[in-house]
């Protein structure tokens, strides 16, 4: 099974809104109106692309963490990406300019390709001998969606 990872740019004007559509809205008939990625496309812009597993993301943000000091999971809008990752079901973080001045250059540096695939063999159990290639891209994807923040935006990034 593979999920999706999605890398969007909102202004932060738009944050109560995605709050507000986040849980899908039960109706009298019928499946409940689900307006979440609707309003991302609405109010939001793609600003990178990962052709592979969000997944791979999932392992990539603790290693930038533990070996780099780079932290991407943590930011003043940890409750509403703990609300999101719980009400879509799906892990979401928010990331903001503090976290490009922090790590934008950071990104930019030297990663090894087989130091990242060790860590995704031991991390994940597995040996996947594209890992490392995978988690270089996932870099790439991080350095392009925070190279788009100002302080009136943040980017939504979702493994769903």
């Known amino acids: 099974m593979s999920a ?4 969007v740019k909102l202004p932060k004007t738009a944050l109560e809104g995605l709050r507000q559509v986040a849980v899908p809205k ?5 499946t409940p109106r689900d307006r979440y990625l609707d309003y991302l496309q609405q109010h939001g812009q793609q600003v990178a692309d990962y052709q592979w597993s969000g997944f ?6 603790p290693y930038l963490e533990e ?3 780079i932290t991407l999971m943590d930011s003043e809008y940890d409750e509403l990406g703990n609300f999101l990752t719980d009400s879509r079901k799906a892990t979401h973080f928010i990331f903001t300019d503090v976290h490009k001045q922090a790590f934008l250059t950071k990104l930019d540096g030297q ?4 130091a990242m695939r060790d860590y995704f063999r ?6 996947e001998p594209d ?3 995978w988690m270089l891209d996932g870099i790439w994807a991080f350095r392009q969606s925070l190279s788009t923040l100002d302080e009136s935006s943040v980017i939504v990034f979702g493994i769903i």
């Open 131 to 133: 890992a490392g290639k």
């Open 4 to 7: 999706i990872a999605s890398f």
């Open 67 to 69: 070996q780099h000091q």
């Open 122 to 127: 031991g991390f994940n159990e597995t040996d």
């Open 111 to 114: 990663f090894s390709e087989q």
């Open 56 to 61: 791979v993301l999932a392992t990539l943000l």
């Open 26 to 30: 039960k109706r009298l008939f019928g």
